[in-house]
């Protein structure tokens, strides 16, 4: 055995300080510990308060209380590089805490520490934490804007290359979180930060490629960024991305990028010359990739020819490792089902990018709307209403509406619309109202499958979106009039009542604009006014939306077509609202003005009164009454209404009813029956006296008559005359309680007018044959003229007297409406609208105009000379026809004479 050999220990200087091993179980000796003057109790300090505050939050939070925050901050910038790294590690994981952030936020220094190192000579694990602490920052603005004017993402892009994960996760994280940010965006491109995130994708840890996924995402929102990719294929990249089955879960964020950089023209037109778009919908549609092209593949097959020519001296060793590369399937060619979810973002971005037109047609020239068709089918309520709207956005161009017919597509949406999903159901439906917009053959495809049925029945449908997309189905099916024809007999009027009462704006639009393109024919409006579709209609005119409003009352103005309808919705109060409408400043539209004007052409008795003119086309028939002039907002009231009014001393209601009084017929022609009796009676009475008188002495029984006395008989004559006076009165008093109940259950009747009956019968005897217009117009202002008391000199027109004949006739009629034929003297607004009547019913075209003071006139057009064959034609002039003064004087509208006459 050797010697032992002493060691040679020297003992420490005097002037040193003994080691220390402190054991401290408090954080507030470890924070006093980072001001130490000693780097490797700084170290260790770090070290220690970064393992405390890994823990937990509550331990961030207790540190920042102590002071740590500040004594970090200052380590982090050492000289020394361990305790640089152990202060970056400990403050980067206190960053997660909200109120260390709002501490690093005030302090100016903090944001430019972080960066500061990311510097490439410093340690992995300090581009770990530092980037960590970048990464918990950049949630708020604030902090963004500081890393952004720091240089930041510069630095970022950088770590981006780093070959340790943990710098790559947390520095793509960070990026991420910043491109929320516009200008980071520009500044990524910049600083070629856009590659390294492609690169990323190829990462083994599904955390990084999710990241970069997210930083791509938000960076594609950028045209400038998307032009980038463009150039460094991302698209190919992308497409290759959702090709691996593997990463399934990812494959939702790449088609998102997808269809970021899908929305310009540029990335489309590469797409489709590549084939990447025909491999994206084989791949979603779970179909075999399409084959390259056959020049990309002779171009390939040329280059390798090229290379086995110059690698000719090598063994087939390397020959045979060339034909088992071939023979490998290309990554995603097995088929494996994409997940709904990427199935449904696939729909979304083909949507999103055939908002426009140039990527609709291109689109289209791909097929993608096979692909949205193949994706109706699917399980998934999502997946089919993704693809229901895109092909809803698709059927916008003109090709791809007779393409989607073509493929069967429109079989689906309408199976679709049974759906119990209100999603699927709203989108089949939208995507059935732009394919059938302006698209007959569309229309009828529909009602040949069956869709009629389906459409009707989704107007009771609780999902509103969907009721009104129904709604616009059927008013394009209705261009059609046979299509229009089977879905009336199949009910769609009644059907569209409920709709109307819906209390969304958009269903009350569409379903007053369907109504319109309903009710077109006579049936049609008699089914909607007995169902009480026009009260619904009325309604709609209060709403505060303007589309309603409008929709509504074009509605109303097809309704007001025939008088049935026309009189139920002056009833409900329309023409009124239609009035308030036109009255306003804001809520006027020429739809209601429209309706109006349809209205009182249905109705000329308000016309007259509202406007004060009825042109040659409006013509007078049987109820028509001049009510006098009422100003716009005064309610209109019936002729009923006027009937049931007390009499008073207003201006009468001239009233227009060519209808004999049937009381007045049956009593003349009793009368003549009476007559003709009476003439037999005469003969066969004389016969009879003489025979009586021919005849022998009296009877015994006369005799006896003859001895009564006479007191007696006058007595018993009273008493039998008193008896049958009271039951005549008893059955008088029954007869009239009879009457007056039958009159209040029976319907309304108006008075009646034999006298106009006669002048009718007398202008069409002897007014209607005459040859020419002008001869006519005279004849009949004559004829006028003598029925209302005959002309009258001028001057002498206050003297006439004819207030009181006429209130004479409303004693007698016991009524404030008087019909035109029993007045016997009138003036100018009386004449004037006798001649209207008249004229219309031999066709003879005149107008009909109120003025002031009971003024009124007549305008024909005739020919301004006498018609002669042969002769030069002018076109006709207008004349005014005067009834008073010269009964068949002709004036022309603008001369003098009828200035005066049109005036007081």
């Known amino acids: 055995m050797g010697k032992k050999v002493k060691e040679d220990k020297k003992p420490p200087p005097d002037d040193v300080f003994d080691t220390l091993a402190v054991e401290s179980r408090q954080a507030g000796t470890v924070v006093l510990m980072l001001s130490s003057p000693e780097e490797d109790v700084q170290s260790k300090a770090c070290e220690a308060i970064y393992k405390f505050v890994d823990k937990c939050d509550e331990n961030k939070k207790q540190l920042l209380d102590l002071g740590a925050g500040e004594a970090l901050l200052k380590l982090m910038q050492s000289e020394d590089r361990i305790v640089r790294r152990n202060a970056c590690m400990a403050m980067g994981v206190m960053t997660a805490h909200p109120e260390v952030r709002k501490f690093l936020r005030k302090r100016e220094e903090s944001v430019p520490a972080f960066i500061q190192l990311l510097a490439p000579e410093e340690d992995t694990v300090v581009h770990e934490f530092s980037a960590l602490g970048l990464s918990n920052m950049a949630t708020e603005f604030s902090s963004k804007a500081s890393i952004f004017e720091s240089g930041g993402v510069d630095a970022l892009v950088k770590c981006l290359s780093s070959s340790d994960p943990d710098v790559q996760k947390n520095s793509v994280e960070a990026l991420a979180q910043l491109l929320l940010d516009y200008q980071s965006r520009a500044a990524i491109r910049d600083a070629d930060g856009l590659n390294p995130l492609l690169e990323l994708l190829k990462s083994e840890f599904a955390i990084i490629q999710k990241l970069s996924l997210l930083a791509l995402d938000r960076a594609s929102q950028d045209s400038e960024n998307r032009s980038a990719l463009r150039e460094l294929e991302a698209m190919s990249k992308l497409i290759d991305f959702v090709a691996h089955p593997e990463w399934n879960d990812l494959h939702v964020m790449a088609v998102m990028v997808l269809s970021n950089l899908l929305e310009d023209i540029e990335s489309l037109e590469l797409i489709k010359e590549t084939g990447g778009l025909k491999r994206l919908v084989a791949l979603i549609t779970d179909q075999v990739p399409p084959e390259e092209e056959p020049k990309a593949g002779t171009q390939g097959e040329k280059k390798a020819g090229s290379r086995a020519a110059k690698k000719s001296a090598k063994g087939?060793?390397?020959?045979?490792?060339?034909?088992?590369?071939?023979?490998?399937?290309?990554?995603?060619?097995?088929?494996?089902?994409?997940?709904?979810?990427?199935?449904?973002?696939?729909?979304?971005?083909?949507?999103?990018?055939?908002?426009?037109?140039?990527?609709?047609?291109?689109?289209?020239?791909?097929?993608?709307?096979?692909?949205?068709?193949?994706?109706?089918?699917?399980?998934?309520?999502?997946?089919?209403?993704?693809?229901?709207?895109?092909?809803?956005?698709?059927?916008?161009?003109?090709?791809?509406?007779?393409?989607?017919?073509?493929?069967?597509?429109?079989?689906?949406?309408?199976?679709?619309?049974?759906?119990?999903?209100?999603?699927?159901?709203?989108?089949?439906?939208?995507?059935?109202?732009?394919?059938?917009?302006?698209?007959?053959?569309?229309?009828?495809?529909?009602?040949?499958?069956?869709?009629?049925?389906?459409?009707?029945?989704?107007?009771?449908?609780?999902?509103?979106?969907?009721?009104?997309?129904?709604?616009?189905?059927?008013?394009?099916?209705?261009?059609?009039?046979?299509?229009?024809?089977?879905?009336?007999?199949?009910?769609?009027?009644?059907?569209?009542?409920?709709?109307?009462?819906?209390?969304?704006?958009?269903?009350?639009a569409k379903s007053s604009l369907a109504v319109a393109a309903f009710?077109?024919?006579?049936?049609?409006?008699?089914?909607?006014?007995?169902?009480?579709?026009?009260?619904?209609?009325?309604?709609?005119?209060?709403?505060?939306?303007?589309?309603?409003?409008?929709?509504?009352?074009?509605?109303?103005?097809?309704?007001?077509?025939?008088?049935?309808?026309?009189?139920?919705?002056?009833?409900?109060?329309?023409?009124?609202?239609?009035?308030?409408?036109?009255?306003?400043?804001?809520?006027?539209?020429p739809f209601a003005e429209v309706a109006l004007e349809r209205l009182l052409d249905a109705n000329l008795s308000a016309k007259y009164s509202l406007t004060g003119q009825l042109s040659s086309t409006n013509l007078i028939e049987d109820g028509f009454y001049d009510a006098g002039q009422i100003r716009p907002n005064t309610k209109f009231m019936s002729i009923e209404d006027y009937c049931k009014q007390e009499l008073n001393d207003k201006r009468p209601i001239l009233f227009i009813v060519a209808k004999a009084d049937p009381v007045a017929t049956q009593s003349a022609s009793n009368l003549e029956l009476e007559a003709k009796d009476n003439s037999k009676t005469n003969v066969s009475g004389k016969s009879s006296r003489t025979g009586r008188e021919g005849k022998g002495p009296t009877s015994p029984g006369r005799r006896r008559a003859s001895m009564i006395p006479d007191d007696d008989r006058k007595s018993k004559q009273k008493e039998k005359e008193e008896k049958q006076k009271e039951e005549e009165l008893q059955a008088q008093l029954q007869k009239e309680a009879e009457a007056l109940a039958n009159s209040e259950n029976q319907p309304f009747n108006p008075p009646t007018d034999s006298n106009l009956v006669k002048y009718i019968e007398e202008v069409t005897e002897r007014i209607l044959p005459l040859a020419t217009a002008t001869e006519q117009v005279k004849a009949l202002a004559q004829f006028v003229a003598d029925k209302m008391g005959g002309c009258i000199e001028k001057g002498q027109l206050p003297n006439f007297s004819w207030e009181l004949p006429l209130s004479q006739v409303k004693f007698e009629l016991k009524s404030n409406v008087v019909p035109i034929g029993k007045i016997k003297a009138g003036i100018h607004i009386h004449r004037a609208l006798l001649f209207k009547a008249l004229a219309d019913r031999i066709a003879l075209p005149c107008t009909l105009t109120r003025g002031e003071y009971n003024r009124a006139w007549n305008e024909v057009m005739l020919p301004e000379t006498p018609e002669q064959p042969g002769a030069q034609k002018f076109p006709p002039r207008c004349f005014i026809v005067d009834l008073i003064h010269q009964p068949g004087r002709l004036m022309r509208s603008d001369s003098p004479e009828a200035v005066t006459y049109k005036k007081l």
């Open 316 to 508: 087939s060793k390397s020959g045979k490792k060339d034909e088992s590369e071939k023979e490998e399937p290309p990554p995603g060619e097995a088929i494996i089902p994409t997940l709904p979810d990427v199935k449904m973002c696939a729909a979304k971005a083909i949507a999103r990018s055939a908002k426009s037109a140039e990527n609709r047609k291109i689109l289209h020239e791909q097929e993608a709307e096979k692909m949205l068709i193949h994706l109706l089918s699917h399980e998934s309520n999502d997946v089919q209403t993704a693809a229901a709207q895109a092909l809803g956005v698709m059927s916008e161009n003109l090709l791809s509406k007779d393409s989607i017919r073509e493929w069967e597509g429109l079989q689906p949406l309408i199976k679709l619309c049974n759906s119990d999903n209100g999603d699927v159901k709203e989108a089949a439906t939208l995507a059935l109202a732009n394919l059938t917009a302006g698209n007959s053959t569309n229309c009828q495809e529909v009602s040949n499958l069956n869709g009629v049925e389906t459409l009707i029945h989704l107007l009771a449908d609780s999902r509103d979106e969907a009721v009104a997309n129904t709604c616009c189905v059927l008013t394009n099916m209705a261009t059609e009039e046979g299509l229009r024809s089977e879905a009336q007999g199949k009910g769609v009027v009644t059907a569209l009542l409920e709709p109307l009462k819906s209390q969304n704006t958009r269903v009350q």
């Open 519 to 589: 009710v077109c024919d006579a049936d049609s409006r008699s089914d909607f006014r007995n169902a009480g579709g026009i009260e619904n209609l009325v309604m709609l005119l209060h709403s505060g939306n303007d589309e309603v409003r409008r929709n509504a009352a074009w509605a109303l103005a097809v309704c007001a077509v025939d008088e049935p309808t026309a009189i139920e919705i002056c009833k409900l109060g329309g023409m009124d609202l239609l009035q308030e409408i036109q009255v306003s400043g804001t809520r006027k539209n």
